[in-house]
């Protein structure tokens, strides 16, 4: 009776999260489905635990659930809120595998992963990462889903078990390969770089654009502004935050773009001075077809990474992020050169 009570209560933090996953479910079309893999998560849960009977205590299960915890409870600190709702799942787990032994909690870990694709933002990054479309990832993580269910099956048909050292081994290289491949953006600091945005710049008109009643709201705790810049057959399209206390207002660029069922061609870090990068983005949404540059500043350093951002980020800070933007007929090549153009006519020298 006392290891079904310590199950019960490890569904606590993940129950703390329910705000979060309104918020995400309700307001992100990304996001929007995900609610999905929590009921099959439950499903392969109850599936996974037929016929299983608790082993003996593994208290070396102590040694995940410590740091699971921290990160389910301590969003405060490293506020991000997907790390939270990933600790919250690998907390269950983890007192599975403590209550149970670690042949009965690897019976479970199929259903922990399917709840781990619930987390918010997991369609992004799979998107991300493997350069696909929104219904790409949407695919990608249902497929990993059944593939869960069969693992189960296979579990229970042939008795499979993966001893936990080669689990953790092989997960932490996982881990490890996906930093690296985000490692010089993660620690990259370029010159600072924060803009004013004037009427005229060189041969661009610019004019001042009130945002619309969503923005402003997206941006609570921030400050927004919007430009429009015309000259040389091109409209220019800028967007400048001064970022207030609530870091969940910011998302990469490419997530909203996404959200918002565009299509993206390409994502790239652009290096344009050995001490300045931005995100460049290409976007397509019907016959609108965009280039988009992205980056984010202080007054002491500058970054073209969301991730370099967050790295940075301090409630107490002063940070902007800025997107300007520009049509793309025909060759992108020319539209990178207005946007190199017009950063020029901003301030920053010598691109």
Same mark, same amino acid.
């Given at each position: ?18 705000? *979060?996953? *309104?918020?995400? $479910?309700? @307001?992100?079309?990304?996001?929007? #489905?995900?609610?999905?893999? *929590?009921?099959?998560?439950?499903? &392969? ?19 995940? !659930? ?20 990933? @600790?919250?799942? !690998? ?5 599975? #595998?403590?209550?149970? %032994?670690?042949?009965?909690? *690897? ?10 694709? @619930? ?18 990832? #949407? ?6 889903? !059944? ?12 008795? #499979?078990?993966?001893?936990? @050292? ?25 010159? &600072? ?68 069922? $565009? ?8 290096y344009l001075q050995d001490n300045f990068a931005v995100t460049e983005i290409d976007a397509q949404k019907g016959s609108s077809r965009y280039l988009v540059w992205v ?39 020319? %539209?990178? !050169? ?14």
């Amino acid at each position: 009776m006392t290891k079904i009570i310590l199950l019960v209560l490890s569904v606590i933090p993940l129950c703390f999260q329910i705000p *979060y996953f *309104y918020q995400a $479910w309700s @307001g992100s079309r990304l996001d929007h #489905w995900d609610w999905i893999y *929590y009921l099959l998560g439950a499903a &392969a849960a109850v599936w996974a635990a037929r016929g299983e009977k608790f082993g003996k205590w593994d208290w070396t299960a102590l040694f995940l !659930m410590v740091p699971m915890l921290g990160a389910a409870f301590l969003e405060p600190v490293h506020r991000i809120n997907a790390l939270s709702v990933a @600790g919250s799942v !690998m907390v269950i787990f983890s007192v599975a #595998w403590g209550v149970g %032994s670690w042949s009965f909690a *690897y019976r479970f870990l199929p259903a922990a992963l399917i709840l781990l694709l @619930g987390t918010p933002s997991s369609s992004y990054h799979v998107s991300l990462l493997l350069n696909c479309p929104v219904w790409g990832a #949407w695919g990608i993580k249902f497929c990993l889903s !059944m593939i869960c269910f069969i693992w189960i099956w296979c579990n229970k048909r042939f008795s #499979w078990q993966v001893q936990k @050292g080669t689990l953790f081994f092989a997960a932490a290289a996982l881990a490890t390969c996906l930093l690296l491949l985000h490692t010089k953006e993660l620690y990259f600091n370029g010159e &600072a770089f924060a803009p004013e945005f004037p009427r005229r710049a060189g041969m661009f008109f610019g004019r001042s654009i009130e945002p619309d009643e969503n923005t402003r709201r997206f941006f609570a705790t921030s400050t927004v502004r919007q430009y429009r810049y015309t000259g040389a057959g091109v409209e220019i399209s800028v967007l400048s935050v001064r970022c207030g206390k609530d870091v969940h207002e910011i998302h990469p660029a490419s997530h909203c773009l996404r959200t918002s069922l $565009w299509t993206v061609h390409s994502e790239q870090i652009l290096y344009l001075q050995d001490n300045f990068a931005v995100t460049e983005i290409d976007a397509q949404k019907g016959s609108s077809r965009y280039l988009v540059w992205v980056w984010f500043s202080s007054k002491e350093f500058s970054t073209p990474s969301f991730l370099g951002f967050r790295r940075q980020f301090r409630v107490d800070g002063d940070y902007f992020t800025y997107q300007i933007s520009v049509p793309v007929n025909g060759d992108p090549e020319k %539209s990178r !050169m207005i946007l190199q153009e017009f950063i020029t006519l901003l301030g920053k020298k010598s691109l």
